[in-house]
């Protein structure tokens, strides 16, 4: 890549402030776990695998700037961060997950110093960076035979490398179909209201070289009507028991566009965004984001004030739409209730 979402250093989180692309590329940097939770509240960083790591690392930011005196108040300290940093964004599971995996570490861990236990802590956000990085390759491989010679591919938001700690998920699948030698091009929906496809998604397959152009959402039916698109390749923040899957909103529409148009729809997500402990989508809790996304675009007034807004981030595309799922560990094709599990098992 020829840029990072994020990254550790110098004693700090360093992020690329997200909603100033594609027009400047401009890295913050963040020393507290309080500032980590408000750029994911504000979505300098997101994109489910991103603020994961983004918690982790607030987690080890909130460990470095403890001045605990015992374990038992460090833990408590440590748990209300944990408490903050989970409460920004509810839908996507990774941030919970990796979070809560920090917090499982810690408490194994009881019986190190209070210095050892805040280097320790460190070590464990660094290395779900670096798992992050790993499955994002690993998606990419097992993805790519999915990508047909000559073929035009739908990808709806950003699930690419802004989108994780990596090279991404959905977008992945692209990147590593470009080094095996294939041409294809993408198309990206600009994704409304927030325009993470027209603003991110068209910014970073540019800037990698890979063959994009851009489109409204409106105008998806209209192409796959005109067998224009041949595949649509999208993330998702959460994936469900029974495979019903969690993605900006939006996706939903493409999915049916996809299936009443005869085109497969790929679903590309690590395995920290598998929930098995929700049944199905209708208990996935969906995030809803301020008012200002839609009636203003990006600060200029465009619909009438005081006018009633229902702004919904994420939508739930059911299991029967979906054509495959791809994760680190292979690719899983329904029932999803069964081979979910049975892929995500392989070692």
């Known amino acids: 890549m020829n840029f990072f979402t994020l990254q550790w250093q110098d004693g700090a989180v360093v992020m690329i402030d997200q909603r100033k692309l594609p027009n400047h590329e401009v890295y913050n940097t963040y020393r507290s776990h309080e500032e980590v939770a408000a750029a994911i509240k504000t979505m300098v960083v997101r994109g489910a695998p991103a603020i994961g790591v983004a918690g982790a690392l607030g987690m080890a930011l909130a460990a470095n700037n403890s001045k605990a005196k015992s374990h038992e108040e460090f833990f408590a300290e440590m748990d209300r961060a944990a408490d903050l940093l989970i409460s920004q964004r509810p839908t996507a599971v990774n941030l919970p997950w990796a979070v809560k995996r ?52 739908l990808t709806h938001c950003n699930a690419g490398a802004l989108a994780t700690a990596g090279e991404g998920t959905a977008l992945s699948v692209f990147y590593e179909a470009q080094r095996r030698g294939k041409k294809f091009k993408v198309i990206a929906s600009e994704t409304r209201p927030f325009l993470q496809g027209a603003r991110l998604t068209a910014w970073e397959l540019s800037k990698n070289g890979i063959d994009v152009t851009l489109v409204t959402d409106n105008m998806v039916a209209h192409l796959m009507r005109l067998g224009k698109i041949h595949g649509a390749v999208v993330g998702s923040d959460r994936i469900v028991a029974n495979g019903d899957v969690a993605n900006k909103i939006g996706t939903y529409g493409v999915a049916v566009l996809a299936r009443h148009h005869g085109i497969p729809l790929y679903v590309v997500a690590p395995s920290s965004t598998v929930d098995f402990e929700t049944p199905d989508g209708s208990h996935i809790p969906i995030e809803q984001r301020p008012e200002e996304e839609v009636t203003a675009f990006f600060g200029t007034p465009s619909a009438p004030a005081g006018i009633q807004v229902f702004n919904p981030a994420f939508d739930v595309t059911p299991h029967e739409l979906v054509e495959a799922i791809v994760t680190e560990k292979g690719i899983a094709r329904a029932p999803y209730a069964e081979n979910l599990k049975k892929v995500l098992q392989r070692s």
């Open 102 to 153: 920090i917090q499982a570490f810690y408490r194994k861990e009881k019986d190190s110093s209070l210095l050892v236990l805040q280097n320790k802590i460190l070590e464990e956000a660094l290395r779900i960076f670096e798992e992050d990085v790993v499955m994002c390759r690993q998606m990419g491989e097992k993805g790519a035979p999915l990508i047909e010679e000559g073929k035009t591919y």
